[in-house]
């Protein structure tokens, strides 16, 4: 007999965790994680702005910084500034465990070191089979929510849209770098990470420094170990390495018959900056109260009303970013770098100080369209990827 719930988590990440928690107040919930530990193997770099972060989790904040330098292909390097702090650092092992430990204290029932291995929606209910060290298992629910990352199986075996594009990540925590704690360095350009950009962020007793390539053969190691090169890191210790893929460019419908996601597994990282902790939790919150609004009058609201609140809440925001992205990758190193030339503005830097937010970028895009003159100049088809 399948164990039977009201509501069946695949996925133990931050995204399915706070699925998971908001909806074992009142219905019964099993949540599924491949691994044994959470947060493991650790995909990320941990840069969370402060509504990402629950009160609850303040304790995985390693660091906080309060800007960015970004470094032009040629060797320009733009500040930005803020006086107080814009984003967390965090220990990924510390929020993921501690997102899924408050959701077994609200109630779901876990099954851990446990792999999904098939879903299917039989129209009356979710059915998924699993493998537990070598065991089969089977389960059963009125809903799924699918949290299981960028490869996820129930997206597949909802029939859903696969990512636009999925770029490569990796990265390496270092000792011994001489930077500065609140700031975290950015690197653009065609020999740096083609296709998206590089990172270095001081993380407490490390720093994190890696990069995301886009494109068919475009390995990232080749563009970390050249990053790794720079003077910077010239006394640095390589303590681990870690690699993942980001899925960007999500499709209109994150819902199919019983079948919700959430997170990677809907490609709701955002394009720009591969940021997805914000928005799988933002996204999870949103899907879990539909769901329990379903299971508490299932003839009432449709699931497919996750679509709709989505879409309004981030959604527009994240495909504006992908058409901002898409004007990134048609330029040259050369117009990076006047591009960050020509934000050297006084006027332009005050803006982004005062309305930059890395996870709702339309605010600062409303203010840099006043600079529609200069832009026209320098791409049309960026003003038209703002409007
Ligand atoms: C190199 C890199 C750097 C990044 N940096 C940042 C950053 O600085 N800030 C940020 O916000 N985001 C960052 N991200 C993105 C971020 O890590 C993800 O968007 C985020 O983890 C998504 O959360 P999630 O819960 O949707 O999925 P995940 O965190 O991927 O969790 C999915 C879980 O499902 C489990 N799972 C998968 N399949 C199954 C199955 N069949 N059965 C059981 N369990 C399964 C997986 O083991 C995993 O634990 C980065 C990503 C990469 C690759």
Not at 98 to 117: K, N
Not at 308 to 326: D, M, N, P, Q, V
Not at 336 to 353: G, N, Y
Request: charged share 25%.
């Amino acid at each position: 007999m399948p164990v039977r719930s009201e509501a069946l988590v695949v996925g133990g990440g931050p995204a399915g965790s706070i699925a998971a928690t908001n909806l074992a107040a009142d219905h019964d919930v099993v949540i599924v994680e491949e691994h044994d530990s959470l947060g493991e193997p650790v995909q990320c770099a941990g840069l969370v702005t402060p509504r990402g972060v629950p009160d609850f989790a303040r304790k995985s904040v390693v660091s906080s910084v309060r800007g960015a330098r970004i470094h032009s292909p040629l060797g320009f390097v733009l500040t930005i500034e803020s006086k107080k702090p814009r984003a967390h650092v965090l220990d990924r092992r510390v929020f993921d465990t501690l997102l899924f430990e408050r959701a077994l204290s609200a109630g779901a029932v876990p099954f851990t070191g446990s792999r999904i291995r098939m879903v299917r929606d039989e129209g009356t209910c979710v059915k998924a089979e699993l493998d537990h060290q070598g065991k089969e298992g089977h389960l059963a629910a009125d809903v799924l929510i699918g949290a299981d990352g960028h490869r996820s199986l129930c997206r597949q075996a909802a029939g859903l849209r696969p990512p636009k594009q999925v770029l490569r990540g990796l990265q390496a925590e270092l000792t011994g770098v001489e930077s500065d704690p609140d700031f975290v360095d950015l690197y653009i350009g065609s020999k740096v990470a083609p296709g998206f950009f590089g990172w270095s962020i001081p993380a407490g007793d490390v720093t994190r420094v890696g990069l995301c390539t886009w494109g068919e053969n475009e390995l990232p190691s080749k563009y970390l170990n050249r990053l790794l090169s720079r003077p910077e890191f010239a006394n640095a210790s390589q303590v681990s390495r870690s690699s993942g893929r980001i899925p960007v460019g999500a499709g209109r419908s994150a819902v199919s018959g019983r079948i919700m996601l959430v997170g990677d597994a809907a490609c709701h990282a955002k394009p720009l900056s591969g940021g997805g902790v914000y928005t799988g939790i933002r996204g999870a919150e949103l899907c879990s109260d539909v769901a329990r609004r379903h299971l508490d009058d299932a003839d009432g609201t449709p699931l497919s009303d996750y679509d709709t609140l989505w879409r309004e809440a981030f959604g527009h925001e994240l495909s504006r970013a992908f058409r901002i992205r898409k004007v990134f990758l048609t330029l040259t190193d050369r117009k990076m770098d006047r591009a960050l030339r020509m934000f050297d503005d006084p006027e332009v830097r005050a803006l982004i100080e005062e309305t930059g937010d890395i996870d709702y970028p339309s605010a600062l895009s409303k203010n840099v369209l006043k600079l529609a003159p200069k832009l026209a100049k320098f791409s049309p088809q960026l003003i038209k990827s703002l409007l």
